[in-house]
């Protein structure tokens, strides 16, 4: 059994920053891709950024420049550090792992969420 676990959301004012991390735990044999994700009322969930086993990193144009992914392999955690943060990144932030249990069978996990509010 393998759980990702969010935290580290909240609500900040625009221009403020947060950190997120999501740790993973349970029969975790190898990581490969971890990501985050989010998702606005009444929107599509979205890529925010990935990071590979490498530390390869991409994101999306909305982010570029102000959020910064990052991942600590020894802990199984990925983070998010979300700086000038505005109104429009309001969602509920999910992470997401490509992983290969103790069983050494690969397959996605995601968290449950975690709510980030910007006030304008």
């Known amino acids: 059994q393998v759980q990702l676990v969010e935290s580290g959301g909240g609500l900040v004012q625009a221009g403020g920053s947060l950190r997120l991390s999501c740790a993973a735990s349970?029969?975790?044999?190898?990581?490969?891709?971890m990501a985050w994700y989010r998702q606005a009322p009444g929107k599509q969930r979205e890529l925010v950024a990935t990071i590979g086993s490498g530390g390869t990193t991409n994101y999306a144009d909305s982010v570029k420049g102000r959020f910064t992914i990052s991942r600590d392999n020894a802990k199984n955690t990925v983070f998010l550090q979300m700086n000038s943060l505005n109104p429009e990144d309001t969602a509920v932030y999910f992470c997401?792992?490509?992983?290969?249990?103790?069983?050494?069978?690969?397959?996605?996990?995601w968290g449950r969420g975690t709510q980030v509010t910007v006030s304008s």
């Open positions: 349970g029969s975790i044999f190898a990581i490969n891709s």
């Open positions: 997401r792992m490509v992983l290969q249990s103790t069983t050494r069978r690969w397959a996605e996990y």
